[in-house]
């Protein structure tokens, strides 16, 4: 007869395995119910707690490039999940540590302030996201190109858009578009002689047709508000002297208010109103 | 009753292991010095100090269990002590219980120690003790209870080194449940989904044990997940207590 | 007489390595051993001896084969609450006292407080351990560990002792001591089986011999039976007779000063040389015939199979 009674140990074996399969059983009904059960939760909270990035590069050991790849895929799915009402109240600070932690990591900076001024709609915060990232990387030719997009776009704000795009358009790896940009920004502002210098360097040394079509489109736009320009302040000098509107831009030249009369880029007349003072150029840039 | 005094002499064996008491001074300073890092931080300094604390009973907890559990066993087959102790009238699963019953009583004395401290410290701070730094501080140690068992698995066949990587992964595992679920979400349908779906249930989740977010942030806790909590917990060990025993029953001792 | 162990066709394999390869330890032992008598069993190092004692013990699970401890089955309490151990080179928890120890070892046979402290009482003392009762285990010499181990193997009053090896890495005095209370439990009524590689501490006090070889059991019997009275050769040391003297009745091996040291292997020349020591006034300084010996025993069966 061997053992206790191979029976007996038979049957503790299989009660324990009885044993295996029902609590298995039990706790995964259980957590299919603990599942259900809502719990308010800001994932990873505590992280809102540490006063700085600099303190957690400390506490990372030498792996913090690897903590900021964590965090920045962490923050993806946070800033993915719609429920969360007030995930952007830490937004900066979320991606300022991740920049500490590894400040030549691109991506965070780009979307990050993507995140900020598309879902947040908050531009200013964006374009603090993209400064801290220019000042810490300023070979990278995008951060300014977005910012540049940023300020002209959402900001309207032509100077500080020409500002980066100026920033940007001779580094590494940026696209020759970007001088087009700064130069059509330069406009925007106002800025209409160094505008004028900058179009007329792009047609220069445009590298093919288009290019140079282009910018002679622009040269033309230019030029016809530096002209149209200083036609409307003869015209004003004109209605201080008579009180009245000239008839016809000639008017102009005979009372010795303008030397003579600007042609637009192709040589035309400018188009006056003499109902209303109106001048403009004869056709639009783009209709060349 | 035999599993007693299995148990008395584990926690005596237990309670002379020096690696205790490094863990416990080790919590003490981190959870006192929570103070000096309140002054640090930008924001709410109490807020911190919770934190911090209920981290540090938790973290060192669970070294506790993992570094005394995984050498339990495995000193008395190494040291041939078992050897007695098996020819004497004494189940397998009566041993295997004792040694789980002796280190979660010590595990139970060292929680109630660093929970003192802690409560103290935030007390200096707030002049008043919270309720749900209780339940947090108990949902942690229904934590290390499970721990412990799994430590004693691992134990009863595997190497301390080994054991205790195994029982820090079940322990990482346990903890980002969440991130199995979000992957899953994103899968196609079919069997893979199926099968990840099963892992997912099956694996254990520890973030049911987990009140320290709200006991920090003054969340509201539903109150139903107090008593699933408990169930969980005490199934999950149950499984591994019986998974433990199993393995240790047919086990030749050379 | 009823058999106190009873071993049926025991096998047993182990898996060992990291590629695991089979090896064959137990391949079919078969012995046993009456109630009150004192069982060697011996054989040399790596034969199955501790292997067949923790299969006995329940430390090992047989592949196939019976074992039974007074008609029970091994592995039941019944079986176990009359047996004790001891293994070789005993080690216990040494942050426990000596008395901390029996009283958790008393615990685990389930005995009563009051029955508790009476025996660890006694078998502090028949050890010899009483006044080392309040110091850890920690601070014994392996002198006093064995007789530790040896009082908790009898904690339960067992009427089954094994012991592994308990007269291994002991001084003479130890050894004594240990055979006299073998001897003391055969008197007691208990059964004894030991394992021992010290042949003439078996000779001693063995009543039944078992010697395995290999996996298995190649020979067994009462000692008296294996052991035959026959001499093998008679040593005689003789003074003051020159070693030339004897030639052709017996072999001279050793002649240190005026002694020599013969042997010699017919009996009846052994009067003839005694006529020849007496005729030449020598003096006979000791006289011993070798008979076999378990020694003899054993190296025969181990190299001769």
Known sequence: MNGRSAAARGSATLALLAVLLGTCAAFMALKLKTDTIVRKKVPGSSIIFIPSGKFLKYATFGYSSLAADLIYIWSIQYYSTPTIDDRFTHLDHIFAIISDLDPAFIDPYETGSLIASVEAGDSRLALKILNNGIAKNPKEWLLPFDAGHIAMMNLKDFDLAQEYFKECMDLPGAPDFTRRLYANALYRKGDLETAWQTWLDIYKTAPDEQVRKIASNHLYQVKSAIDTGRLKEAIGRYRDLTGRLPSELADLVRAHILASLAKDLDGQDYVYDPQTGAVRAATSPWKR | MKIWAIAGITFKEAKRDRILYLLFFFAAVSISATRILAILTVGDRVKIIKDVGLASISIFGVLMAVLIGTSLVYKEIDKKTILTLLSKPLRRAEFILGKFLGLVLTLFVMTVGMGLIFLAVVYLHTSRIEWPLLVAIAYVFLELVLITAVAILFSSFSTPILSSIFSLAFYLIGHISWGLNLLIKKMHAGAGKAAARFLYVFLPDLENFNFRTEAVHGLPIPSSIFLYSILYGVCYTAFILALAILVFRRRDFI | MADAIRIESLRKSFRLGFIPKTTEILKGITFSVSEGEVFGYLGPNGAGKT???????????????????????????RARQSLGFLPENPYFYDYLTASEFLAFTADLFGLGRREKDGRIDRLLKLVGLERAAGLPLRKFSRGMLQRAGLAQALINDPKLVVLDEPLGGMDPLGRKEIRDIIVRFKQEGKTVLFTSHILQDIEMICDHVAIIVGGRVVKQGALQDLVSEKVLFTEMTVAGVPPD??????ESLSVQGDRVLLKIVEERRVDAVL???????????????????????FVETVTGR
């Open chain 3, 51 to 77: 292997t067949t004692i923790k299969c006995l013990l329940g430390l090992v699970f047989p592949d196939a084969g019976s074992i039974e401890i007074f008609g029970h089955p091994h592995l039941s309490a």
């Open chain 3, 275 to 297: 006529s020849l020591v007496r005729e030449k006034n020598g003096r006979v300084v000791s006289l011993s015939p070798r008979t076999e010996t378990l020694e003899d025993i």
């Open chain 3, 245 to 250: 003297a004897f030639r052709g009745l017996g």
